[in-house]
């Protein structure tokens, strides 16, 4: 009996270096356990989901990894109507995913708050600093938990930074 293969999908910014890990990630999965193979749908643009357009997977693909959040003027419960919409199984790898209908693939936002405080004060820093994109509902949570985790041990967050930069890396907006 010859074994089932599936083929797992990705759709999301090409140019986003945080995405391209995921990939790396996916791939090195696949090589070492068989049964899987790989559709690369990553795109230079993200589909303005707002109107509806057919989604790139539909008919191509077992299950889809996603790495785009929610969509400026749309609801989380929209934004996975539409990815739902697909036909096919689908995951998150951002923290921007709020219906609990698609599942996220990432850290857990409280956890990881109190790692960054723990070890920022180990290291006797004074300041706290969170910079955030501006439209991220995962990003602001990101910056909730981590004031919360640092009130609990008599610090606080000086000041939130958020931008409204959006893709690719960071390092050109803070030289």
Not at 1 to 7: A, C, D, F, G, P
Not at 61 to 84: E, R, S
Not at 130 to 148: C, I, M, N, P, T
Request: glycine share 10%; proline share 4%.
């Amino acid at each position: 009996m010859t074994q089932r293969e599936y083929l797992i999908g990705t759709y999301g910014l090409v140019h986003q270096e945080i995405f391209h890990r995921t990939v790396i990630g996916v791939l090195r999965y696949f090589k070492d356990h068989p049964g899987f193979r790989f559709r690369d749908l990553r795109v230079s643009a993200l589909f303005d989901i707002a109107k509806d357009p057919p989604q790139p997977w539909r008919g191509k693909v077992d299950g889809m990894i996603l790495a785009f959040g929610n969509t400026a003027g749309m609801t989380a419960a929209q934004t996975a109507d539409w990815a739902l919409g697909g036909g096919v199984p689908v995951v998150s790898v951002t923290a921007d995913w709020l219906d609990p209908r698609v599942p996220t693939i990432c850290f857990d936002r409280q956890i990881l708050a109190e790692l960054a405080a723990g070890h920022f004060l180990e290291c006797e820093c004074q300041s706290f600093l969170f910079f955030g994109y501006l439209h991220s509902v995962g990003s602001q949570y990101r910056a909730d938990e981590y004031r919360k985790a640092l009130r609990k041990r008599g610090k606080n967050l000086i000041e939130v930074i958020t931008n409204d930069y959006y893709g690719g890396s960071y390092e050109d907006e803070i030289q």
